[in-house]
Nanobody, 122 residues
Framework: QVQLVESGGGLVQAGGSLRLSCAAS????????TGWFRQAPGKESEFVAA????????YYADSVKGRFTISRDNAKNTVYLQMNSLKPEDTAVYYC???????????????WGQGTQVTVSS
């Protein structure tokens, strides 16, 4: 079992920045890829970004390319999502998830965190 805990969410004005963290405990990330997803009220969950265990591969949703950056520090068992130039449409609960390789984690990860709220005001 892997326990994931997200932090770093909050309220920010449009154009601002936030950095989300996802800390793993228990089995930790165990060489798996990790991703970030988000769900806005009344909408389905949406893939945001993913990173491989080795950090050699990253993927981003088109809606966040050039604004968000995913990174990881395996020594700290933590994955980050740096979010710049935030827009009101980025408002959502952000979840991290892990399990499998970078293709698998984008669609069917095994473990999920509880989420952190990001609200971007206009």
């Amino acid at each position: 079992q892997v326990q994931l805990v997200e932090s770093g969410g909050g309220l920010v004005q449009a154009g601002g920045s936030l950095r989300l963290s996802c800390a793993a405990s228990g089995r930790t990330f165990s060489n798996d890829a990790t991703g970030w997803f988000r769900q806005a009220p009344g909408k389905e969950s949406e893939f945001v970004a993913a990173i491989s265990w080795t950090r050699s591969s990253t993927y981003y949703a088109d809606s966040v390319k050039g604004r968000f950056t995913i990174s990881r520090d395996n020594a700290k068992n933590t994955v980050y999502l740096q979010m710049n130039s935030l827009k009101p449409e980025d408002t959502a609960v952000y979840y991290c998830a892990t399990g499998g390789n970078i293709r698998v984690v984008r669609t069917t990860p095994d473990y999920w965190g509880q989420g952190t709220q990001v609200t971007v005001s206009s």
